[in-house]
C-alpha cells in the first residue's frame, strides 16, 4: 500500500456505516481525514453521532456536518481543505425506501452527486471513487453478476439514481479527463452496521422475541460482503496505480449464500430460534445477488476472505456489546 501520510481524503457519509470504517483505516494508515455527513434521521443519528465520535479521536479527522445538496457549504469544504482524492459514500441508501420517499433519493444520490463531482474536477482531484451498488443490476438472471454485463433495466429508483451515478461519471472522466472509480457493493455487513439492513433487524427483533420478515418466502441468496473485505477494496480502489479514466468493479464475497443460512447462523450466536414471518417478495428487490470480482482482484488486488460464517460472530458480538445497558 502507498504511503498515505501526505494525503488529505474526503470522505462522504463518514458517520455512515461504510464511511466509518474507511476514514477509521484511512486514519490508520496515517491520512488526514475530512468527513462529511448530515447525520439524517434515515436510521438512527445517535448510532450516526456515536461513529463520528469514535473517529474524532483520530488527530488526523476533520468533522464537518453539511449536506451535500447545499453548494455552497462544499465548495466552502474543497476551498478550506483541498482534498486530492475522494471517497464518497454519502447517499440515501435502501431499495424500499425508495418507493416511498423518492425525493430523497433524488436530493442526495442525484443533486448531491453533481455538486461533488463538479467540485472534483473544479479542483483536478486525483480520484473520485463513489459508492454504486449491485442493485444496478435490476432483475437480471445471468449469475454472477459481471461488470460488462448490460445495466440498463433497474428495478427500482435507488438503483436508477446508482446507475446515474455511473454514467454521470462517465460522460465527466471523458470530457474532462477526471479519474472516477465506480464500486458495485454487495450487500455489506459487520460491525457498525445498518440498522435498516437484514441482519441488524433479524439480530435485533430476535434478542426481543419477535418476528423476523423473511421476504419471497426465504427463497433469496444474497452476495454478503464483510465489512473489512469492503474497506480492503474501497482503499484499493483510492490507491491502485494504473486505472484507467472511468472504472468500474463488483465488490464482493463472490459467494452467494441462501437466507435461511444466515438466520440459522443468527440462532447459534445469538441462542435464540427466530419466529419467522414468511412474505411475498417486496417491490424492487431482487432474488438473488452474486459478485464476479475477478476485475476488482485484478486491477485493485482485492481479496474477500471473510465467509459469513466467520462474520456473522464477528457483528453479533459488537451487536451484543454496542447494545449493552449502561454500567455504573
Ligand atoms: N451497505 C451496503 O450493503 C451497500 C450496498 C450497496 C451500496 N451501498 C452504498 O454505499 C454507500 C454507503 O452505504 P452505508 O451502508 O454506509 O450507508 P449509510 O446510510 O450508513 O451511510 C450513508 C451516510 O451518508 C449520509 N448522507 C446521506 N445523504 C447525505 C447528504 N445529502 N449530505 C451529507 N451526508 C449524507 C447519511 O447521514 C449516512 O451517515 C452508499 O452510497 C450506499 O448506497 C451500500
Not at 434478542?207 to 419471497?216: C, D, M, P, S, Y
Not at 490507491?239 to 479514466?245: E, F, H, I, R, S
Request: contains cysteine; charged residues 20%; glycine residues 8%.
Amino acid at each position: 500500500m502507498a504511503d498515505l501520510s501526505d494525503y488529505t481524503f474526503l470522505v462522504t457519509g463518514s458517520a455512515g456505516f461504510i464511511g466509518f470504517h474507511v476514514s477509521r483505516a484511512l486514519l490508520g494508515q496515517g491520512a488526514e481525514v475530512i468527513g462529511l455527513d448530515n447525520y439524517n434521521d434515515y436510521y438512527s443519528p445517535a448510532l450516526k453521532r456515536d461513529r463520528d465520535r469514535e473517529l474524532r479521536r483520530h488527530e488526523k479527522f476533520v468533522s464537518i456536518e453539511a449536506d451535500l445538496a447545499d453548494l455552497p457549504a462544499v465548495e466552502a469544504l474543497f476551498a478550506n481543505h483541498r482534498p486530492q482524492k475522494i471517497c464518497h459514500l454519502a447517499a440515501q441508501a435502501g431499495v424500499r425506501y425508495s418507493l416511498i420517499n423518492p425525493f430523497a433519493y433524488q436530493k442526495a444520490n442525484l443533486e448531491g452527486f453533481l455538486n461533488l463531482i463538479e467540485l472534483a474536477k473544479r479542483h483536478q482531484v486525483e480520484r473520485f471513487v463513489y459508492a454504486s451498488s449491485s442493485s444496478v443490476y435490476g432483475g437480471l438472471t445471468e449469475l454472477p453478476f459481471a461488470e460488462t454485463q448490460r445495466t440498463d433495466t433497474p428495478i427500482s429508483l435507488y438503483a436508477a439514481t446508482k446507475r446515474a451515478n455511473e454514467l454521470i461519471a462517465h460522460a465527466y472522466s471523458h470530457l474532462f479527463g477526471l479519474p472516477t472509480v465506480g464500486l458495485r457493493l454487495f450487500t455489506v455487513y459487520g460491525p457498525w452496521g445498518r440498522p435498516d439492513m437484514a441482519m441488524w433487524l433479524f439480530a435485533a427483533a430476535m434478542l426481543k422475541g419477535e418476528a423476523i420478515k423473511v421476504f419471497n418466502y426465504g427463497q433469496m441468496e444474497r452476495d454478503f460482503t464483510y465489512i473489512d473485505d469492503a474497506v480492503q477494496g474501497i482503499l484499493g480502489a483510492l490507491t491502485a496505480p494504473d486505472l484507467d479514466a472511468y472504472e468500474i468493479f463488483n465488490i464482493g464475497n463472490h459467494r452467494t449464500e441462501p437466507l435461511r443460512k444466515v438466520i440459522a447462523l443468527l440462532e447459534q450466536e445469538l441462542g435464540v430460534k427466530a419466529k419467522q414471518e414468511l412474505l411475498p417478495m417486496q417491490p424492487g428487490d431482487v432474488p438473488a445477488t452474486f459478485a464476479d470480482v475477478a476485475r476488482a482482484r485484478a486491477k485493485l488486488g482485492f481479496n474477500p476472505a471473510i465467509p459469513i460464517e466467520s462474520g456473522i460472530p464477528r457483528f453479533i458480538s459488537w451487536f451484543k456489546e454496542y447494545h449493552k445497558p449502561e454500567q455504573d
